[in-house]
């Protein structure tokens, strides 16, 4: 009987759509979301919700993770302001992680208030952090949690909520009685994360009993036919990509990091292990294992030879591998996945990038795992570059040609483009100094990128332009070059020409609707945008190749539900 109780919630973690109601505004979200497993919603929630709730869990509090923007996309009758009155806890946490769900974080702020007056809000993440004067600006906004490891800050939070002394938390930015805002010291910046993500996925099924809701905790759309998971060798970053908001630039200006910080090989191992018992999935390995030392690489390779698992593991690699460490990886994770992202064919743009691994190297890299038999090797390029003119990118997808022909079509090699949108990341030496990299900065301020956000097509969200391409010329020469390297995917039989041309039909339709809508937003009748907004959602509910290449063939059983329910039993 007690298992049918409402059970008590200490906090509930909420994940916000990129915009609140999407389904109410017309709008063409273009390629900005397609080289990853969420939609344009951006409906994946980050991984910290699951390692905060774990350490959260183990101090005795109960949490909830509710993924909102999930709820909203799967039904289109899902009332969230009606389910966020039917929540109850003291505190509500919003993450504002990526600069994307600036729109959305800050409206279901105000929902909650709206629902539960007497509620408190904090909001955390990288985006909350580097905006956090801003944001504490919102009057539905009572906290901000500044850092990449805030698991303990947050436990020592829940604490202080019983006393209402905010002044011991570290890292935690707070409204006193009087509404002053107040900053404590930005000092928890732990050297060590062995005490946390020990078993952060198995959090998952408890809370799918506890609340006997499975909806509210599926990260995006598609994960039960494809339920990939990540698995994080480090927080931080030894690289400094020139646009990336998670470099080492990014990590010591938005969080305070300022060297990276490293699990050990035993605990991604038990990563692995772990969620091989609920999943059947691919595993992402999310950092170069190499980043801390090469004997710590070849440590957890040996780890995983000796106590394999049966999922396909999915390696990034930030450089070229040598044949060596390639073949300990095929027999550490027979038929694994290789992600490299060149971001360009062209060395110097790759250069500008902080990126400088030549082209040779990631040839001989390519060639060495798909003659031992990995998977898949997928490697992904961009537009929106340093240096990078109309030439250049049509340089890039001629570079493609050349791959597919070198390896004759194969179709583990999956190659692709997309647009760096839709937003410079905040914290990013390009976002920080981008007049030193030859960027244009259109938006600055919080609230500059909070209203992009609403704007009828993704070219007038970008938040920047170059000193090679404007903003509509990045928007064509994307679309430009999608459609090339659809052509030439089926040119080589790795698609088929029937997928290839509906993709082509889509891009069209786009550009015809981006046309239209300047038409109308140039005369003043934005209001007749309305009527775009039945074509606007047949191309914005396209499949695409780039997502059906990465997603790959669907397990007709994705998690393991009944070895999922044996270990919460067990305890594990």
């Known amino acids: 009987m007690k298992f049918f109780l409402k059970p008590k919630t200490d906090i509930v973690l909420l994940h916000p759509p990129h915009v609140y109601d999407f389904r109410k505004k017309p709008q063409l979200y273009g390629p900005v979301s397609d080289l990853v497993p969420s939609t344009p919603v951006f409906e994946m929630y980050p991984v910290g919700f699951t390692s905060i709730a774990e350490h959260l869990e183990k101090a005795g509090y109960r949490t909830r993770i509710v993924n909102l923007a999930w709820r909203m996309l799967k039904d289109i009758h899902f009332d969230a302001e009606n389910f966020i009155s039917k929540l ?75 006393t209402n002394n905010f002044t011991v938390v570290p890292n935690l930015v707070w409204k006193d009685e009087e509404g002053n805002v107040r900053e404590n010291d930005f000092s928890y910046v732990p050297d060590s994360i062995s005490n946390v993500m020990g078993n952060h996925y198995s959090l998952m099924v408890r809370q799918v009993l506890r609340y006997r809701d499975l909806t509210s905790i599926i990260p995006f759309k598609g994960w039960l036919k494809y339920p990939i998971t990540a698995v994080f060798t480090c927080r931080g970053c030894n690289r400094n990509c020139l646009f ?181 990341d905040p914290g990013s030496e390009a976002f920080e100094n981008p007049q030193k990299h030859g960027y244009r900065l259109l938006l600055r ?85 309305e009527k775009l907004k039945p074509e606007i959602a047949r191309v914005n509910n396209f499949s695409t190749v780039e997502h059906l290449q990465m997603q790959g063939k669907p397990r007709l059983v994705g998690l393991r539900y009944m070895s999922a329910l044996w270990q919460i039993i067990k305890g594990n």
């Not at 994307?100 to 990288?126: N, S």
């Not at 340089?395 to 079509?409: A, Q, R, S, V």
């Not at 659809?486 to 550009?511: C, H, Y």
Request: hydrophobic share 40%; glycine share 6%; proline share 4%.
């Open 88 to 162: 109850e806890a003291p505190i509500f946490g919003i993450d504002l992680h990526w600069m994307v769900h600036a729109h959305g974080a800050i409206e279901i702020a105000r929902l909650v208030k709206k629902v539960h007056p007497q509620a408190r809000v904090l909001i955390g993440g990288f985006s909350a952090s580097r905006f956090y004067k801003e944001v504490m600006d919102y009057p539905e906004v009572d906290f901000i949690m500044r850092g990449d490891s805030t698991e303990e800050p947050m436990r020592l939070f829940m604490a202080a909520l019983e």
């Open 244 to 424: 990336c908001g998670g470099s080492a630039h990014a990590m010591q200006v938005v969080v305070n990091r300022k060297k990276t910080v490293f699990r050990t090989p035993e605990d991604i191992h038990k990563d692995v292990l772990n969620i091989s018992k609920i999943s059947r999935g691919t595993i992402s390995v999310l950092g170069d294992i190499r980043q801390s030392g090469q004997d710590n690489a070849d440590r957890l390779l040996h780890l995983l030879t000796q106590k394999p698992v049966k999922n396909t593991l999915m390696f990034e690699i930030y450089e070229p591998v040598p044949d060596e460490m390639m073949r300990r990886m095929a027999a550490a994770a027979p038929g694994f996945h290789l992600d490299m992202s060149p971001h360009s064919h062209d060395e110097e743009v790759r250069k500008a990038l902080n990126i400088g691994y030549t082209n040779q190297g990631m040839e001989d890299t390519i060639e060495s795992a798909l003659n031992l038999g990995a998977g898949k090797v997928e490697i992904f390029f961009m537009t929106g570059l340093p240096l990078q003119d109309k030439a250049s990118v049509e340089g890039t997808i001629d570079y493609c040609h050349y791959l597919l022909k070198k390896f004759k079509g194969d179709k583990r090699l999956s190659l692709y483009i997309g647009p760096l949108g839709p937003f410079l």
């Open 445 to 529: 301020t919080f609230d500059e990128h909070r209203q992009a956000l609403t704007q009828a097509t993704w070219k007038h969200t970008l938040n920047y332009e170059t000193n090679w391409l404007t903003r509509e010329q990045i928007m064509d020469e994307t679309y430009k070059a999608i459609a090339r390297l659809t052509r030439l995917k089926a040119d080589f039989g790795q698609i088929p020409a029937s997928l290839a041309e509906a993709q082509i039909e889509r891009i069209n339709r786009a550009v015809q609707i981006e046309v239209e809508i300047d038409k109308l937003l140039q005369s003043g009748r934005e209001d007749e945008i």
